[in-house]
DNA sequence: TGTACATCAGTGAACGCGCGTTCACTGATGTAC
DNA sequence: TGTACATCAGTGAACGCGCGTTCACTGATGTAC
């Protein structure tokens, strides 16, 4: 309905308003980005091809990018932000303090992986382009927050203390180790086609339970 | 001093023997290639580059490898062979099914990733190349074949025992992240920071330990 | 031990390709008066 | 409301580059007799 609003008859990509000035080049090439990433994997991405997809000129991307690097990490800055929501949202799902809503946090960041393996991938890769970016670096501390959180809860302490942060860096490297091996291998290795739950509670639970017998 | 038998005056590159056949371009060509991913990242690489750093003709990798992914599929087998055999002994500097045997295996992953943080990343990283190859899925499997037994032996179960390999996958994706968090964020999340064998031998006490609560 | 020959592992020149980036340009949009 | 102009976001042509790969070749090595 509303898309019949311009004149222009089917052209090539969806061009809203005028060619000229459609404001949305940015958030196009980073979407067309992504896609590339997905599908052809990190370094499977050319400025050049990401222009021909947004239907821009190969010079059109450096009108918002001062080069690939940046689109890159804009791609990864856009991720994060949908990771980390993606993860509050999990915890805000179950009852503070409980083993589920630390389950659930590591539940959004596997399902993430498993939908987005090129992108995750991209977030965690090598570090040439988005090495010293402040933004993503503080990205990433607000992301391992939210798993902070909610084993302080869990252990009802104080998140600065340092037995949460250890526990916390503890599940955060399991379900990170999770998350690749699963994308990595599909479902080659047995173990891994369990389902994600059974072993996110036990390993909460492990982790997180009373304390074991002290060395 | 043996080095001296050679007639050849200061060549460029190490040149054993004669200029042809030197019999040793296959493995030379890997060690380039390993080098180039290690300062480079992987896809930092190319066949020209690893040519040129074996003092070669770009034409010459071809004579041992059908294309650039053979040869990267060659880096990945060796890196392979090299991390199960120092799982194995870190493994074999325990006591069969101690606790410390299990960190061993762990702690021999964690050094290898820090040691080849490019070479780690390759393998385990995209599938482009070595997707479908059975030969390095089968080394893959092999690996996680001894977390497998040194979790079987502490268990003091069969390793086909589902409760094993369950437990034995849990242990692999923590240290499989750690690894990863580890050369991604250097030192940059504070709780990297402290000692691996602690982390290690907290997790292996967990997962292995004595069984928790259940439900 | 000597010779003939197949094979093997290199060379180096050449190819076509797609990429990142720059450049002078142009037409649309927003603003001041 | 109309006009002049600065700015903004595109175009499209061009550049130089390094790469992967192929090709006909050549010289060294191993083997049969």
């Known amino acids: 309905m509303a898309d019949k609003t311009t004149v222009a008859p089917a052209e090539p990509r969806v061009t809203p308003k005028s060619a000229y000035h459609h404001g949305d080049l940015r958030a196009q090439l980073i979407?067309?980005?992504?896609d590339l990433v997905e599908t052809h994997g990190p370094d499977g991405f050319s400025v050049a091809e990401a222009a021909r997809r947004a239907g821009v000129s190969s010079a059109a991307p450096y009108k918002h990018f001062k080069d690939r690097h940046e689109i890159l990490r804009g791609v990864v800055?856009?991720?994060m932000d949908r990771l980390h929501a993606a993860m509050r949202s999990g915890a805000a799902a179950h009852a503070t303090g409980s083993l589920e809503a630390v389950a659930a946090v590591g539940q959004a960041y596997v399902n993430f992986a498993r939908a987005e393996p090129g992108v995750f991938r991209l977030v965690f890769g090598l570090t040439e382009g988005h090495e010293?970016?402040?933004d993503?670096?503080?990205?990433?501390?607000?992301?391992f927050g939210v798993v902070v959180e909610a084993a302080a809860a869990c252990l009802e302490l104080a998140p600065q203390h340092p037995d949460v942060q250890r526990r916390a860096y503890i599940l955060w490297s399991f379900v990170h180790?999770?998350?690749?091996?699963?994308?990595?291998?599909k479902?080659?290795?047995?173990?891994?086609e369990v389902d994600d739950w059974q072993y996110l509670m036990e390993v909460a639970r492990a982790i997180l339970g009373p304390v074991e017998r002290t060395g």
Do not use: Q, Y
């Not at 979407?31 to 992504?34: D, K, N, Q, S, T």
């Open 77 to 79: 800055s856009e991720a």
């Open 187 to 192: 479902h080659k290795v047995a173990s891994a």
């Open 132 to 134: 010293n970016a402040p």
């Open 177 to 185: 180790g999770h998350s690749f091996l699963t994308i990595d291998m």
């Open 136 to 143: 993503l670096l503080k990205k990433g501390e607000n992301c």
């Open 31 to 34: 979407a067309a980005v992504r």
